[in-house]
T-cell receptor, first 109, second 116 residues
Framework: GQNIDQPTEMTATEGAIVQINCTYQTSGFNGLFWYQQHAGEAPTFLSYNVLDGLEEKGRFSSFLSRSKGYSYLLLKELQMKDSASYLCAALDSNYQLIWGAGTKLIIKP | GAVVSQHPSWVICKSGTSVKIECRSLDFQATTMFWYRQFPKQSLMLMATSNEGSKATYEQGVEKDKFLINHASLTLSTLTVTSAHPEDSSFYIC????????????FGPGTRLTVT
């Protein structure tokens, strides 16, 4: 079957760095997405990785290892507004998104 | 990115009634739209894929006669929850893809449905 695993909840301190991990098992693979979702709102796009390596975009970076079925989202210089759920989603061979359950990130002052 | 709107943003209805939710792609023509449902503290659950001019493809376990999807134009898809029950109360979100080589999904703001 197809499966996405990510931690349910993480806590970090304002100004610090946090890494949210995601492992995936899909039938075929055409890339991995990270989305941010604030409570009561729709998800917003953060990143897309299809090749191995690290993609940096401001305070957020995303890493992919296709051989390991593994990705992480790295958030630097955490701000209170970064408190949200972070959703990992893999694109399978049918180009359908398989969604993880999301990681709720709590930022403390 | 694409701009997607949904209407209404929230709705309260009585059990047994039907509710229609609209999803509009405001700045480009979307041949494919997706409908998701999200229960509190859970992830997105894909309900169906809506293709303009053809029947929607429903995910396993989603009743197509209960959740009617119409994608009559390249900018509008509607989801009608028929004979709603309290267990249908959820956050319904649509998304679109711009097509081509981009598989990024752009989400609407969501519709919160409460069935009393």
């Amino acid at each position: 079957g197809q499966n996405i695993d990510q931690p349910t909840e993480m806590t970090a301190t304002e100004g610090a760095i946090v890494q949210i991990n995601c492992t995936y098992q899909t039938s075929g693979f055409n890339g991995l997405f990270w989305y941010q979702q604030h409570a009561g709102e729709a998800p917003t796009f953060l990143s897309y990785n299809v090749l191995d390596g690290l993609e940096e975009k401001g305070r957020f970076s995303s890493f992919l290892s296709r051989s390991k079925g593994y990705s992480y989202l790295l958030l630097k210089e955490l701000q209170m507004k970064d408190s949200a759920s972070y959703l990992c989603a893999a694109l399978d061979s049918n180009y359908q998104l398989i969604w993880g359950a999301g990681t709720k990130l709590i930022i403390k002052p | 990115g694409a701009v997607v709107s949904q209407h209404p943003s929230w709705v309260i209805c009585k059990s047994g009634t039907s509710v229609k939710i609209e999803c509009r792609s405001l700045d480009f023509q979307a041949t494919t739209m997706f409908w998701y449902r999200q229960f509190p503290k859970q992830s997105l659950m894909l309900m169906a894929t809506s293709n303009e001019g053809s029947k929607a493809t429903y995910e396993q376990g989603v009743e197509k006669d209960k959740f009617l999807i119409n994608h009559a134009s390249l900018t509008l898809s509607t989801l009608t929850v028929t004979s709603a029950h309290p267990e249908d109360s959820s956050f319904y979100i649509c998304s679109v893809t711009s097509g081509g080589d981009s598989y990024e999904q752009y989400f609407g703001p969501g519709t919160r449905l409460t069935v009393t």
